[in-house]
């Protein structure tokens, strides 16, 4: 018998969180499933042929649909697929949908590439015994502060 069970593959935190989250407002349960990505385990013949063929988490598994690779299309997809579930992720007003859906690509792609080089040089590698790039560190501290401003 399979399991048809919700799964969220994930490894760091900062990888996940928006998967996570989605899940958690709309209250569904679920099993979190730890892959040690820094071991290798998310490029594993059976990680790439069944879960990721890129070897990256998060991977959400929800029956036979496997999401992978953004946060962004598991968020849409609990949002539309659970919609009389819990909390409701996304607006129903068109223009209102449209702005939460410009802000989750901002997201995507200014927030989470800064963050997570940060998050790289300040906690993986020296969790890897390697030297933390104290440049890009300040370049990309500068960065965040600035796309945080702009979020205020």
């Not at 990888?15 to 998310?42: H, T």
């Amino acid at each position: 018998m399979v399991d048809s069970k919700m799964k969220l593959h994930c490894g760091w935190f900062f990888l996940n969180s928006a998967a996570l989250f989605g899940i958690n407002e709309k209250g569904l349960d679920f099993e979190l499933v730890f892959v040690d990505w820094l071991a290798g385990e998310a490029k594993t013949k059976i990680f790439l042929s069944t879960l990721n063929p890129f070897g990256e988490v998060p991977v959400l598994e929800d029956g036979d649909l496997k999401l992978f690779g953004t946060n962004l299309a598991m968020t849409r997809y609990l949002a539309e697929q659970y919609k009389d579930v819990g909390t409701n992720l996304l607006p129903d007003d068109l223009k209102k949908r449209a702005i939460v859906s410009m802000w989750m690509e901002v997201d995507t792609n200014q927030f989470l590439p800064i963050a997570s080089t940060l998050i790289k040089e300040l906690i993986i590698k020296p969790y890897q015994g390697l030297a933390t790039d104290v440049t890009s560190v300040q370049e990309n501290k500068e960065k965040l502060s600035e796309i945080l401003n702009i979020y205020e």
